[in-house]
């Protein structure tokens, strides 16, 4: 597909695109719009299809012989399966309500990226290969048959989908293009074609627990790690408790604040927070990751990748989990574990020690996020704050995809952050909340290599926050996911420079007044607080908000 | 930086600004597959079309720009605004760029046999080399955001460095890893 320009083409300077039907627009192929092949270790570790080397810049993709039969086999199977998948096949009347909605298109302007045009990839298959009009008709039904050029075109844009579902939400029949991106990923790895940041990942998490593959000992230790950066910068000593049989609370939270910067920040909030309310919880070497990267390569491999942390609540005897910050793990927490792994009755209905407040939205799943949790902690007057101590802080607050759209979460980490920070300004309406526009890296997407790519789809996320940044001197994004804390740095570092990012419970970390705490001129980076010293002895700390 | 612009000709050109910049504005538009140059002509909202509220935003100000006394500041920011966002899109540099040579052909049409009435080619011509100026700062510009994709590239991958460390202690090789990026960060101020 991609290839070298000759020197005839290299003298070209296209001024316009041709104006063509979008099937005779053949796709190329570009490096930084795509990420690496997974490598073949990594797919024979869970016992995946065709594990083998291959290179999308070349013409052989190493397709095994019966390709395309598995192929339209594995699609016939889950048209039967999963009843949405063949309703989002058949009704969508390409109104184009969903076409300028997506974050890769807006910030692309490649017409493939409208999500009526991405699930139209596999759509015209679906019709071309499976329903009487196109089988007859063809192009006349919008059917084309599937070849290895059609494969390769599905294969590319189903990486350049961050299945955030903002669509969905404008669609007048619900079409969840999200989900045709999830299947479309399921189908593409029956060739052992994912891509190698999502299935390494993958497989270090079936083999150890998370994503890195971080062994106990060393998940351990990078906890500990960042115990003694809170001895320094607070003065106070924490021993986290892991793998603690018969604690009330197991905590589980995405790998990424374990070791990447600035999620170790985040961790660094949850484990003043904890210490500050005296919680009995533990940590868990084995349930080490929330996220889980088999729901962007195939629901069973979610399945199994998920399963661990009811397993390892059971192992302990715990009463109820709480999670950390993350954008994935909670739809997968709050729409699929239930059924994936449960219904764990051997749980008890999430009960907050403190103030005795009922999660009842957590009846089912029995897990509880965190920002809910602080947000309860917070109204019950339970947290000592010193929201001063984020002063020099102007934040706004990015939904995060799944959080918002995926469980429905939008004022906890509003009221968290409102009470631990003065500065709060929020970005535009129809950038926020259910229509918050994607990080542009999620779903596996936050490689290096695909930089343009995550470039593009961050504009319209970016573009909002230069706007407040403007306007109110925004210089801190907050958010409540771990790929957010990943890759929205970069984002900005292109768009807005001057705004840095961090998550919620790291301003809630800042602000906790901790019983035996020093002075403390430095946040949990070690930077230093402007004017902290001086507005510290002037007036009184706020106390029990 | 710029010229001062003839007076005569600077009058025409003010005159004529609604239609070129217009037109200026539809071709930006069309360096986008036609199902995209609608949709960035059609959407007004700022925040659901960025990239055609940024070309509105920008073009009539660097118009401006360059028919006045340009500020060479304000001049780049704007060429910022539109070229940034092209820096990470389908275009080639030349393409990428080529926005602003796009200027000549629609004045030309538009004012050139005035011109040529008042006597004024040989200013029209010193203008239409201020129009190439503004094209290589857009080169300029366009270079430094490729710049700054490597950059970023760079220094996701330092932020990263248990992806390069074979096993060793990821606390370890962060604390490194962000030593190192500190490192090469003081390095290039210095120079």
């Known amino acids: ?545 | 930086m710029g010229r001062k612009l003839h007076k005569g000709l600077r009058e025409i050109l003010e005159q004529k600004k609604g239609p070129i910049v217009e037109k200026w504005r539809d071709q930006i538009h069309k360096s986008y597959p036609p199902e995209t140059a609608q949709f960035l002509k059609r959407e007004k909202n700022k925040f659901s079309n960025p990239i055609g509220s940024s070309i509105e935003e920008t073009i009539w100000p660097l118009f401006d720009q360059l028919i006045g006394e340009a500020d060479a500041v304000l001049t780049k920011k704007l060429l910022d605004n539109i070229v940034r966002v092209r820096a990470v899109q389908d275009f080639t540099p030349a393409s990428a760029v080529q926005i602003i040579f796009a200027l000549k052909p629609i004045i030309r049409k538009e004012i050139f046999s005035l011109v040529e009435k008042k006597g004024l080619v040989k200013e029209y011509l010193k203008f239409e080399s201020e129009i190439d100026r503004f094209g290589l700062l857009a080169f300029d510009v366009f270079m430094e955001c490729r710049e700054r994709v490597w950059e970023i590239k760079r220094n996701d991958l330092l932020k990263r460095p248990y992806l390069l460390a074979g096993g060793m202690c990821p606390s370890y090789m962060m604390k490194r890893g962000i030593k190192h990026l500190e490192k090469l960060k003081k390095e290039i101020t210095q120079h």
């Open chain 1, 1 to 545: 597909m991609a290839k070298e320009l000759t020197p005839q083409e290299m003298l070209r300077i296209d001024l316009t695109p041709p104006n063509r039907d979008w099937m005779d627009i053949p796709t190329v192929i570009k490096p930084g719009i795509y990420c690496y092949p997974a490598k073949p270790e990594k797919v024979e570790v869970l016992g995946m299809p065709n594990p083998h080397v291959w290179s999308p810049l070349d013409d052989d993709w190493g397709l095994p012989d019966d390709w395309k039969e598995t192929f339209l086999e594995g699609m016939r199977e889950r048209l039967n399966k999963h009843r949405s998948f063949k309703i989002f096949m058949d009704i969508c009347v390409r109104c184009g309500a969903c076409a300028d909605k997506c974050h890769f298109f807006l910030g692309s302007g490649d017409p493939k990226n409208m999500p009526v045009a991405r699930a139209e990839l596999i759509r015209s298959v679906y019709r071309g290969e499976f329903t009487k009009a196109g089988q007859i008709l063809g192009r006349l039904a919008g059917g084309r048959k599937l070849t290895e050029d059609v494969l390769k075109e599905i294969w590319y844009y189903m990486f350049q989908c961050t299945e955030c579902r903002r669509c969905s939400l404008f669609c007048p029949y619900g079409i969840d293009t999200a989900e045709v991106t999830i299947i479309g990923r399921e189908l593409i790895n029956l060739f052992g074609l994912n891509i190698n940041w999502i299935q390494e990942p993958v497989a270090n998490c079936y083999e150890t627990g998370n994503h890195l593959g971080l062994l106990p000992h060393t998940f351990k230790q990078n906890v500990e790690f960042m115990c003694m950066d809170i001895e320094e910068f607070v003065g106070i000593t924490i021993e986290p408790p892991f793998n603690r049989k018969g604690a009330e609370i197991l905590f589980v939270t995405p790998s990424g604040d374990v070791f990447a910067e600035p999620g170790i920040y985040t961790l660094m909030g949850y484990l003043l927070l904890f210490e500050h309310i005296g919680l009995d919880y533990t940590w868990s070497t084995y349930a080490s990751e929330g996220g889980n990267f088999g729901f962007f390569t195939a629901l069973d491999v979610a399945q199994r990748l998920n399963a661990k942390i009811y397993a390892e609540a059971k192992r302990l005897g715990v009463k109820w989990i709480l999670g950390g910050e993350c954008g994935h793990m909670w739809r997968v927490v709050h729409q699929y574990m239930n059924t994936f792994n449960g219904p764990p009755d051997f749980l008890e209905e999430p009960v907050n020690p403190l103030t005795g407040t009922k999660f009842e939205n957590a009846k089912s799943a029995k897990m509880v996020h965190i920002s809910e949790f602080t947000a309860d902690l917070i109204k019950h007057g339970k947290l000592k704050l010193n929201p001063r101590r984020n002063d020099h802080l102007k934040v706004t607050y990015h939904d995060s995809c799944n959080p918002s759209r995926g469980m429905g979460m939008f004022e906890e980490p509003r009221y968290v952050i409102k009470n631990v920070c003065k500065n709060f300004y929020e970005m535009p309406e129809n950038t926020i909340r259910e229509q918050t526009f994607c990080c542009g890296s999620g779903a596996g997407l936050n490689a290096g290599e695909n930089m343009e790519l995550r470039l593009r789809g961050g504009l319209p996320r970016a573009n909002a926050v230069k706007y407040v940044h403007e306007r109110f001197g925004v210089n801190m994004l907050s958010c409540v996911c771990a790929i957010d804390r990943a890759v929205l740095p970069a984002s900005m570092e292109y768009w807005v420079p001057e705004v840095n990012v961090c998550g919620v419970s790291e301003l809630v970390g800042n602000a906790l007044i901790m019983e035996g705490e020093h002075d403390r001129p430095t946040d949990l980076r070690g930077e230093e607080i402007p004017g902290i010293a001086k507005a510290e002895g002037e007036e009184e700390v706020k106390e029990d908000v």
